[in-house]
């Protein structure tokens, strides 16, 4: 509950929430339409893999973007990254071949992966420490809610004028989501709307040892840390869930299963809906466990844990020989992701000052790009010849070793 304090931190998530739905629409347009556009355009499973791969190559230079962001604050820096990304959307409408895919792809990454390090950042800026959980799952719904909206968007786009028209619409709604945030959008420290109990609330509610630091440390002084590499690591065996998810999963209900483009728009956005439960089911888990007297810390490995047990479940997909049973685990996979997903995220606010909050996330979010990377390459060469049903086996089991690697590395702070 916000109480009579104000709940201008919470107005301020919820419009975050539309850049992640924003940032997570226009990068799965791609994947919805991808039957389509690779049989009007000749374009071959290995070529994907490699229109794919660019796109992770691009996001993998979020340290920079965290950086960027730590320098320039986040409501022209961000701003900034939102109009570029949406603009580089829009451009995907009016490309052909595989090679001009994979250069906007590319691009659309650098900018798109601006978003997880300022969604950190916010949550750090503006929330007490029992509350960034919360605030975090919330922003990280729009995530999946933008993969929930892209198989409809598709599917309309197509029957009233090609697959072009969705990428002109995702991005024209990003250029006005830039504006909005220009607008109303300032930090704690200056936002007009944001009442002195208000903020005080939430100054009271941070801990001391994450307050800005007088000397910004730098990038090679983070990589010296175990707590980075402790949450870095399990993000890079992770993340390639969301890559099957995104890019591949389409593809797979087309080719495997037999779905066309009306049925993949029926039934895609499915596990996208489920990891929207599970980014409220992570907050949740560890709000529990704290209630229980478990450290924060704990509370979170406990929860990953909780998330990697379910995502277990992924491994059955390619065995299901019903669709609908299929569908069913590809459900539980997004729910299992989002629920270790929005926790590890998370825990980059927990542990790193409020002034490299963002360059943290960022290294992070590298190694969980990194991670996408690797596995789209390989199931882009491969997928032909061995088919979809090992990669499914390796994802169900890479977040146990991802778990192990979080209780082995990060301390908790004295």
Same mark, same amino acid.
């Given at each position: 509950?916000?109480?009579?304090?104000? &709940?201008?931190?919470?107005?301020?998530?919820?419009?975050?929430?539309?850049?992640?739905?924003?940032?997570?629409?226009?990068?799965?347009?791609?994947?919805?339409?991808?039957?389509?556009?690779?049989?009007?355009?000749?374009?071959?499973?290995?070529?994907? $893999?490699?229109?794919?791969?660019?796109?992770?190559?691009?996001?993998?230079?979020?340290?920079?973007? =965290?950086?960027?962001?730590?320098? /320039?604050?986040?409501?022209? $820096?961000?701003?900034?990254?939102?109009? @570029?990304?949406?603009?580089?959307?829009?451009?995907?409408?009016?490309?052909?071949?595989?090679? $001009?895919?994979?250069?906007?792809?590319?691009?659309?990454?650098?900018?798109?992966? !601006?978003?997880?390090?300022?969604?950190? &950042?916010? /949550?750090?800026?503006?929330?007490?420490? &029992?509350?960034?959980?919360?605030?975090?799952?919330?922003?990280?719904?729009?995530?999946?809610?933008?993969?929930?909206?892209?198989?409809?968007?598709?599917?309309?786009?197509?029957?009233?004028? !090609?697959?072009?028209?969705?990428?002109?619409?995702? =991005?024209?709604?990003?250029? /006005?989501? @830039?504006?909005?945030?220009?607008?109303?959008?300032?930090?704690?420290?200056?936002?007009?709307?944001?009442?002195?109990?208000?903020?005080?609330?939430?100054?009271?509610?941070?801990?001391?040892?994450?307050?800005?630091? @007088?000397?910004?440390?730098?990038?090679?002084?983070?990589?010296?840390?175990?707590?980075?590499?402790?949450?870095?690591?399990?993000?890079?065996?992770?993340?390639?869930?969301?890559?099957?998810?995104?890019?591949?999963?389409?593809?797979?209900?087309?080719?495997?299963?037999?779905?066309?483009?009306?049925?993949?728009?029926?039934?895609?956005?499915?596990?996208?809906?489920?990891?929207?439960?599970?980014?409220?089911?992570?907050?949740?888990?560890?709000?529990?466990?704290?209630?229980? &007297?478990?450290?924060?810390?704990?509370?979170?490995?406990?929860?990953?844990?909780?998330?990697?047990?379910?995502?277990?479940?992924?491994?059955?997909?390619?065995?299901?020989?019903?669709?609908?049973?299929?569908?069913?685990?590809?459900?539980?996979?997004?729910?299992?992701?989002?629920?270790?997903?929005?926790?590890?995220?998370?825990?980059? !606010?927990?542990?790193?000052?409020?002034?490299?909050? @963002?360059?943290?996330?960022?290294?992070?979010?590298?190694? $969980?790009?990194?991670?996408?990377?690797?596995?789209?390459?390989?199931?882009?060469?491969?997928?032909?010849? /061995?088919?979809?049903?090992?990669?499914?086996?390796?994802?169900?089991?890479?977040?146990?070793?991802?778990?192990?690697?979080?209780?082995?590395?990060?301390?908790?702070?004295?």
């Amino acid at each position: 509950m916000t109480g009579p304090m104000g &709940k201008v931190r919470w107005t301020i998530i919820g419009l975050f929430v539309g850049a992640m739905v924003i940032n997570y629409l226009s990068r799965s347009v791609l994947g919805v339409a991808a039957p389509v556009i690779l049989s009007e355009q000749s374009i071959t499973s290995v070529e994907y $893999g490699w229109i794919t791969s660019a796109f992770q190559l691009g996001v993998m230079f979020q340290p920079a973007a =965290g950086y960027f962001l730590d320098s /320039v604050g986040l409501r022209i $820096g961000f701003g900034v990254c939102v109009a @570029a990304w949406s603009i580089i959307t829009m451009a995907h409408g009016f490309v052909n071949g595989w090679f $001009g895919f994979a250069a906007l792809r590319g691009l659309l990454g650098l900018a798109e992966g !601006s978003a997880q390090p300022a969604g950190q &950042k916010l /949550v750090a800026e503006w929330f007490p420490s &029992k509350e960034r959980g919360l605030a975090g799952g919330v922003y990280n719904i729009g995530a999946s809610f933008g993969a929930v909206f892209a198989p409809p968007l598709v599917a309309w786009a197509v029957m009233m004028h !090609s697959w072009r028209l969705a990428f002109v619409i995702a =991005g024209a709604i990003g250029l /006005v989501w @830039a504006l909005l945030w220009l607008f109303y959008y300032d930090s704690p420290a200056r936002h007009p709307r944001l009442t002195t109990q208000e903020r005080d609330y939430i100054a009271n509610g941070q801990e001391a040892r994450l307050a800005p630091q @007088a000397t910004r440390a730098s990038m090679l002084s983070l990589l010296r840390r175990r707590d980075l590499w402790g949450i870095a690591l399990p993000r890079m065996l992770a993340d390639p869930v969301w890559g099957m998810l995104s890019f591949w999963m389409p593809l797979y209900l087309a080719r495997v299963r037999g779905f066309d483009l009306a049925q993949i728009a029926l039934f895609a956005w499915l596990p996208f809906l489920a990891a929207d439960l599970g980014c409220l089911f992570g907050p949740a888990v560890v709000s529990f466990l704290q209630r229980r &007297k478990v450290d924060l810390i704990d509370a979170r490995r406990w929860t990953f844990t909780l998330g990697a047990v379910m995502m277990t479940g992924m491994a059955f997909v390619g065995m299901a020989t019903n669709p609908y049973a299929a569908i069913a685990l590809l459900c539980l996979g997004g729910f299992a992701h989002q629920t270790l997903s929005v926790t590890v995220i998370t825990m980059a !606010s927990d542990l790193f000052p409020r002034n490299v909050v @963002a360059t943290a996330a960022g290294l992070a979010g590298l190694a $969980g790009n990194l991670g996408v990377l690797i596995f789209t390459l390989l199931l882009g060469q491969m997928v032909d010849q /061995v088919g979809y049903g090992p990669f499914f086996v390796i994802l169900g089991v890479l977040d146990l070793l991802g778990a192990l690697l979080l209780w082995t590395l990060v301390r908790k702070p004295a």
